[in-house]
Structures are given as structure tokens and as C-alpha cells.
């Protein structure tokens, strides 16, 4: 079957960094993305790795392992506003995403 | 383009009512995906066009949840004889190509069956 795993919850504070990760068991692959969602609203696109390495864009990164199945998403000078939920999900071969349940980010003063 | 817009934001039935929602994606976009999303949970996989052609269904869609995507636009996801288990938000996204520049999502439907 075709797994995606994230913690549920994780607790930061602001101007500290902090790193979500997501391992996958899927299909083929063809791409990872992290979204940002805040509660009552859609995900928002936030980053795309398809090879190995580290994407950066700004406060925040995205790392990928192909080998290892595994990508994190680092966040760098946290933010209130950055409490939401991060959703890891992968394009598998059939160039469906499948999503992880999500990491719900809490961000303390 | 202001991206893809769902209709209503909110829709509160009585169970065993008939419901239906609208998706209008961005119009460059050729796959057009329904999502339904439960608190707590990531996106569950609904059905998807490709253009006017609906190429998967998941288990999930019993036969009360119809689909159609007439003409390559817009799209409606109808749900029939509503149950309380349908109470969820609905999403719907769309994308280009095969979609390796990712999904860009609407806003969603929040059903709530009562």
C-alpha cells in the first residue's frame, strides 16, 4: 500500500526553528510537495523536490531523499502567523498525490 | 485568473437531501481533482478530470457522489440522499500538465449535514 508519514503535532517558539518530517512508501515517484494549511482554509502551495538535496526559499527549506524516503521541511525564524497545519505529499506514478495527514504546528511566544 | 473558486463556502443540509457544489479552476489548467478533508486529516482522493474526461473514481465515491466536468471548465460534485458521515470540507484543485507545478487549491466547501 501507499503510506505517508508526519507526526501530528508539533510545539515551537517564535524565532526558533524548527523541522517537519515526512517518510513515504508509495508508487513510483515523481515529485514531493509540502503545503501550509491554516485551520478553515485550503492548503497553500509551499515547496516542490524532485531531486535529492535542499531547496531553499526564503525562512523556509525543503529536503529530499529518494533513498531514504524521506523529506523535512525546516522552517527558520518562526512566526506566529506560521501556526498551521504542513501536509506532505507525493506525486506517485500514476501522477496522483497522496497526502500525509498533516503536522499541526503550534507556535508559542 | 483569480484561481479556483468553489460554490457555496457553506452549505448546511438535512440528511437525505440533495447537494451540489461547483468548482471553476484556473482556466489554463487541464486536471481538475475533488478532494474531501475530515478535522485532523489530510486531503482524501475523490475523482479527477482531465479535461472533459473523468479518468478515476476512488472507492471512497459510493454511487451517491456523482461528478461531471462538462465541456473541459468548470465542474459540479452532486451528493445524493445526504448522510451525516458526508459532513466534511470539500476541495477541489486544479493543474497543469501532469501536475508537477502542484495543485492549486479553491477554498473549499464546508458541508454540514444535520
Known amino acids: 500500500g501507499q503510506n505517508i508519514d508526519q507526526p501530528t503535532e508539533m510545539t515551537a517558539t517564535e524565532g526558533a526553528i524548527v523541522q517537519i518530517n515526512c517518510t513515504y512508501q508509495?508508487?513510483?515517484?515523481?515529485?514531493l510537495f509540502w503545503y501550509q494549511q491554516h485551520a478553515g482554509e485550503a492548503p497553500t502551495f509551499l515547496s516542490y523536490?524532485?531531486l535529492d538535496g535542499l531547496e531553499e526559499k526564503g525562512r523556509f527549506s525543503s529536503f529530499l531523499s529518494r533513498s531514504k524516503g524521506y523529506s523535512y521541511l525546516l522552517l527558520k525564524e518562526l512566526q506566529m502567523k506560521d501556526s498551521a497545519s504542513y501536509l506532505c505529499a507525493v506525486l506517485d506514478s500514476n501522477y496522483q498525490l497522496i497526502w500525509g495527514a498533516g503536522t499541526k504546528l503550534i507556535i508559542k511566544p | 485568473d483569480t484561481g479556483v473558486s468553489q460554490d457555496p463556502r457553506h452549505k448546511i443540509t438535512k440528511r437525505g437531501q440533495n447537494v451540489t457544489f461547483r468548482c471553476d479552476p484556473i482556466s489554463e489548467h487541464n486536471r481538475l481533482y475533488w478532494y474531501r478533508q475530515t478535522l485532523g486529516q489530510g486531503p482524501e482522493f475523490l475523482t479527477y478530470?482531465?479535461?472533459?474526461?473523468?479518468?478515476?473514481k476512488s472507492r471512497l465515491l459510493s454511487d451517491r457522489f456523482s461528478a461531471e466536468r462538462p465541456k473541459g471548465s468548470f465542474s459540479t460534485l452532486e451528493i445524493q440522499r445526504t448522510e451525516q458521515g458526508d459532513s466534511a470540507m470539500y476541495l477541489c484543485a486544479s493543474s497543469l500538465g501532469q501536475g508537477q507545478s502542484g495543485y492549486t487549491f479553491g477554498s473549499g466547501t464546508r458541508l454540514t449535514v444535520v
Open positions: 523536490n524532485v
Open positions: 508509495t508508487s513510483g515517484f515523481n515529485g
Open positions: 478530470f482531465q479535461n472533459e474526461a473523468q479518468l478515476e
